[in-house]
Each structure stands twice: as structure tokens, then as C-alpha cells.
């Protein structure tokens, strides 16, 4: 029998709105499980938002994911803002999972990646989010490059190179927090510090630099 993470979410002020609870989530994706012959693995994040992918359950799943070691075949979402509420940070988890072999599953979309119509919804998407990415890049470089003619640093630790801040945004748009990390390590850039990079780093530094970047982009 397959096996698939199912993830389940709720924000704080979604715990008690109709639809959007974990129960009715959980029933969902047991009920397509059932239907498709999946036994499933339940991972959760209660109280949280979907603003960014940086969630202790949503991680922790995609690292299961990643292991060589895997022993489920994909991640199945009853709906798709319950995994991504941005396309962009969506379409980074199907790059993912295409890279990585595994199966991403969002029921209210009909997007299910083990199936040819699944994977054509998922393209579709692909296209979108890759355009909008491309536009966000093009608003932010021209930002980037009109605040370094000012002298203006955009957030990066005193003694960390803007390649290598730089290169971690990159390396996030596709890759978990540990993944990132690992990367990092292997191609030899370290921290501000001097030290190896770990999920926890990569995500404070991830949170400067984006904050910092917003704020140019938004003055």
C-alpha cells in the first residue's frame, strides 16, 4: 500500500471557522486516501499561518521527504492554502517534489502530480508562478540596484558576502531550510560567523535579509 504524508493547518483565528478545521481537513484527505488506497501519515500545524513555508511540521515533512530513507511517497493537502497561501512559495514545493520524485497532492485543485491531469493543473500553475516570480525579481533587483547606488546594505550580517546572501534566497525559492543548509556547507560558504550553516541560521538570516529587501522595495 502507498504511503503519503498528509499535512494539516489552521492559524489561530481559523481554529474554530467551519471548513478549515484539522477534523475537516483530516476527513478530507482520508476519504481521497481511501478512495485512491493510501494509508497516510499525519503531520500538523496548529496556530500558524501560511505566510511562509518556514512551519516545525510543513519542514519536518519535507525532510522526511527528502531522505534517502523515504518511506512516503508524496504529501496530500485538503486544501491548497493550507500548505501555501502565495503561488510562488506553492510552486517552490512542486519544484521540489519533481526534483525529489515524490508525489504533491492539493484535492480542492485537482492538482495530484501521480496522475497525467494532475500534473497538467500543476504546470499550469508552474507557468503562473513563474511569471509572477519573474516580475516580483525584476521590481526587486531594480530596487536592489538604485539602493546600493545610495550605499544602502540591505540587511546581510556585517561580515557575510552579499554572494552568499544572495545565493541562499536562491537556493530557498526551491529547497527546505536544511536542504538550503546542506547546500551552503557543500559548496563551502559559511555564516557571518565563520561557522556551517544549519536550518536555524539559514532561516534567521533568510528573515533579515527578505525584511530588509522589503522595505527597499516598498520605499
Same mark, same amino acid.
Given at each position: 500500500m502507498t504511503t503519503m504524508i498528509g499535512y494539516l493547518r489552521v492559524s489561530t483565528e481559523?481554529?474554530?471557522?467551519s471548513g478549515l478545521g484539522l477534523e475537516a481537513q483530516r476527513e478530507s484527505i482520508r476519504r481521497y486516501a +481511501?478512495?485512491?488506497g493510501w494509508d497516510v501519515i499525519w503531520y500538523e500545524d496548529a496556530g500558524l499561518s501560511a505566510k511562509s513555508l518556514d512551519r516545525?511540521?510543513?519542514?519536518? =515533512? &519535507? %525532510?522526511?521527504?527528502?531522505? !534517502? !530513507?523515504? +518511506?512516503a511517497a508524496g504529501i496530500v493537502v485538503a486544501k491548497l492554502d493550507r500548505l501555501s497561501r502565495s503561488v510562488v512559495d506553492f510552486a517552490s514545493v512542486l519544484e521540489l517534489a519533481r526534483a525529489q520524485g515524490w508525489a504533491l497532492v492539493a484535492i480542492d485543485l485537482g492538482v495530484d502530480t501521480s496522475s497525467p491531469t494532475g500534473e497538467l493543473v500543476a504546470n499550469l500553475m508552474m507557468s503562473v508562478a513563474q511569471w509572477e516570480r519573474r516580475v516580483i525579481g525584476e521590481r526587486t533587483s531594480a530596487a536592489m540596484q538604485a539602493a546600493k547606488?545610495?550605499?544602502?546594505?540591505f540587511g546581510f550580517p556585517s561580515a557575510l558576502p552579499e554572494t552568499t546572501g544572495e545565493r541562499? &534566497? !536562491?537556493?530557498? =525559492?526551491?529547497? %527546505?531550510? =536544511?536542504? %538550503?543548509a546542506t547546500r551552503l556547507n557543500a559548496e563551502g560558504l559559511t555564516t557571518a560567523t565563520g561557522a556551517s550553516w544549519t536550518a536555524n541560521t539559514v532561516a534567521k538570516v533568510q528573515k533579515r535579509i527578505s525584511a530588509a529587501m522589503e522595505a527597499v522595495v516598498e520605499a
Open positions: 481559523e481554529q474554530a471557522s +481511501d478512495a485512491h516545525p511540521q510543513l519542514q519536518a =515533512a &519535507l %525532510t522526511r521527504l527528502h531522505s !534517502k !530513507k523515504r +518511506d547606488r545610495r550605499g544602502q546594505r541562499l &534566497l !536562491k537556493l530557498r =525559492a526551491t529547497h %527546505t531550510l =536544511a536542504c %538550503t
